[in-house]
């Protein structure tokens, strides 16, 4: 069964741009959960998606959103670029709403100049 | 503000030796525990979960759990070089409620 994929795997972008992350969860996956992980920070999470809905949100400003599609691929974006968004976005599935196990994806590498 | 603490590190141990990591949780209603493994560049993998005080055994990995206390551990049995890596434990309180992770510590197996 393949895992997680995210795309793109690095990004590189200026201040002030905005930028749009993709994640397709394990088939069969519905619960789709964002995480952004910097050295400082750790792992710091971002939303959950489960059937197209937001079901919990992070304390990160409204710059950073998503959404789920019909299928459980999810996007997230982030407007307005900061320089201290530069981090690895990682995407997370588990089975259902309120599954306890999540499985990450490779992440997104965002360098933000 | 729901907090999981875990030492930094660098844990260093010998080849062979038994390697225990630690981690506490403020959240007194917590009711899921895992521990993910992250190599250098790589992403989390999840390596436990345990939901029920005392330990749980997978191959060379024991977790114990002790609500009480609001203590984690992760015990990892003849360590090897291919252990090292960063350790995260993450805590789940109801289904409704995100997991919340630990900084992790760092674990160096020395051949």
């Known amino acids: 069964k393949a895992g997680v994929t995210q795309t793109p795997r690095y990004l590189i972008k200026t201040r002030g741009q905005q930028v749009t992350l993709s994640c397709s969860p394990i088939?069969?996956?519905?619960?789709v959960s964002w995480y952004q992980q910097t050295p400082g920070q750790g792992l710091q999470f971002l939303f959950e998606y489960f059937s197209e809905t937001q079901r919990n949100k992070g304390n990160f400003p409204g710059r950073f959103s998503g959404r789920q599609f019909s299928n459980s691929r999810s996007e997230m974006n982030v407007s307005t670029l900061e320089l201290g968004d530069s981090a690895l976005y990682l995407c997370?599935?588990?089975?259902?709403?309120?599954?306890?196990?999540?499985?990450f994806g490779p992440g997104t590498r965002l360098t933000v100049l | 503000q729901k907090e999981v603490e875990q030492n930094s590190g660098p844990l260093s141990v010998p080849e062979g030796a038994i390697a225990s990591l630690n981690c506490t949780y403020s959240?007194?209603?917590?009711?899921?525990f895992f521990w993910y493994r992250q190599y250098s560049g790589k992403s989390p993998e999840l390596i436990m979960s345990i939901y029920s005080n005392g330990d749980k055994e997978d191959g060379r990995f024991t977790a114990q759990l002790n609500k009480a206390s609001q203590y984690v551990s992760l015990l990892i049995r003849d360590s090897q070089p291919s252990d090292s890596a960063t350790y995260l434990c993450?805590?789940?309180?109801?289904?409704?409620?995100?997991?919340?992770f630990g900084k992790g510590t760092r674990l160096s197996v020395i051949a």
């Open positions: 993450a805590v789940k309180a109801s289904g409704n409620t995100p997991l919340v």
């Open positions: 997370a599935s588990s089975l259902d709403a309120g599954w306890n196990e999540q499985f």
């Open positions: 088939s069969g996956h519905r619960s």
């Open positions: 959240d007194r209603v917590s009711q899921s």
